[in-house]
């Protein structure tokens, strides 16, 4: 049994801490597109190639199952890939749907209509492409009716964390919340739709000032997959072997990891 994780790059490992921790007995493979992040940038015919091409490359190492840990690529491509071109027999998951019953209090499954839900002003904190693809307001009006969303796209912020540069992070975070709260002054909940940016979550809550909820995805992921693996066990792939790839260069990709997640991570090439 083995579960695939993808992202653009380090952006997905938040999940994967996450999802390791929660299911010690599964073994996971990485996969982190680095040599094309970041996708935020990117068209969705682009998006949607270069996630099929991991997703493959996950699938070969035995991972019937792919989480795919990067919003960009769930809001831009998951949907034509169900759609089109996933078989039967294999599942890609996104990281969307998670956090958007954990904001509208549903339980996984629940499809009655949409209804009022307790936070009415949401900030949502993304990637230019996955604010432009309104696919979270879009999931959002399925299940909750009269809440407010400003979205904030976060440029340069994904592209700083991959190149390890902390510091350049921190201050492009301070200034897209200013950016944000000049529009929605007071927010009650906050959405890090980017799996990079649970990294800089301190930073993000600081800036937005108590009284906010910070919502990131990782943890809601890990109790989703747990749940989905209980539910459909035939999806626990055939791979055996924990590994991570990346398509940019190991060494690098595994200082990089390692600075952020403060514990060793060695990558080898895909
Ligand atoms: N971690 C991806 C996400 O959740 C990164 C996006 C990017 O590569 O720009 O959106």
Not at 70 to 94: F, H, I, Y
Not at 238 to 245: I, Q, V, W
């Amino acid at each position: 049994m083995a579960v695939g994780i993808f992202d653009s790059g380090l952006g997905g490992l938040t999940v994967y801490e996450a999802v390791a921790k929660r299911l010690p007995d599964v073994p996971f493979v990485y996969y982190g597109d680095n040599a094309h992040a970041p996708y935020g940038v990117r068209d969705a015919d682009d998006i949607f190639n270069l996630t099929c091409a991991g997703v493959e490359r996950l699938w070969a190492e035995g991972c019937d199952l792919v989480i795919l840990a990067c919003n960009t690529a769930s809001a831009a491509a998951l949907k034509r890939m169900q759609e089109t071109w996933v078989p039967k027999d294999k599942r890609v998951l996104g990281v969307f749907v998670p956090l958007i019953e954990a904001l509208t209090e549903r339980q996984w499954g629940d499809n009655s209509p949409p209804r009022e839900v307790a936070v009415k002003h949401v900030a949502l904190f993304a990637t230019p492409a996955t604010v432009s693809s309104r696919a979270f307001q879009r999931e959002l009006a399925f299940r909750a009716i009269g809440v407010d969303v400003e979205a904030q796209p976060c440029g340069g912020v994904v592209d700083a964390i991959e190149a390890g540069d902390e510091m350049l992070a921190e201050a492009l975070v301070r200034s897209h919340v200013e950016a944000l709260k000049r529009r929605m002054p007071h927010p009650e909940a906050a959405i890090l739709g980017c799996t990079h940016y649970p990294l800089l979550e301190k930073t993000f809550a600081e800036a937005l000032g108590s009284g906010v909820k910070v919502y990131s995805q990782a943890n809601l992921v890990a109790e989703s997959l747990a749940d989905y693996l209980a539910r459909r066990p035939e999806f626990r792939g055939t791979g055996k072997t924990p590994k991570f790839l990346t398509t940019g260069d190991p060494k690098k990709v595994s200082d990089k990891a390692t600075q952020f997640l403060r514990h060793r991570i060695e990558f080898e090439a895909a």
